[in-house]
């Protein structure tokens, strides 16, 4: 996801988003543990997206406020 297409979501979207990036992100967790994780930059690249999101919904809260 890009951020531009972040920018479009509304709070409601971009906060399931996250949810579903740490579900992801839980998952790939798992896999590296049990070694079966084969591109570990895919932890990174989650996480990464978690804080675009949650940094998006913050702009648009005090945008509202």
Same mark, same amino acid.
């Given at each position: 996801?890009?951020?531009?297409?972040?920018r479009?979501?509304? /709070?409601?979207?971009?906060?399931? +988003? !996250? /949810?579903?990036?740490?579900?992801? #992100?839980?998952? #790939?967790r !798992? &896999?590296? +543990?049990?070694?079966? #994780?084969?591109?570990? +930059?895919?932890? +990174?690249?989650?996480?990464?997206?978690?804080? &675009?999101?949650?940094? /998006?919904?913050?702009?648009?809260?005090? &945008?509202?406020?």
């Amino acid at each position: 996801m890009k951020l531009q297409e972040m920018r479009e979501k509304t /709070v409601e979207e971009l906060k399931n +988003a !996250v /949810v579903d990036f740490k579900k992801q #992100l839980l998952d #790939l967790r !798992v &896999q590296k +543990a049990t070694n079966k #994780l084969e591109n570990t +930059a895919l932890i +990174a690249k989650t996480k990464h997206y978690i804080s &675009q999101i949650k940094t /998006v919904i913050k702009e648009k809260e005090e &945008q509202n406020a």
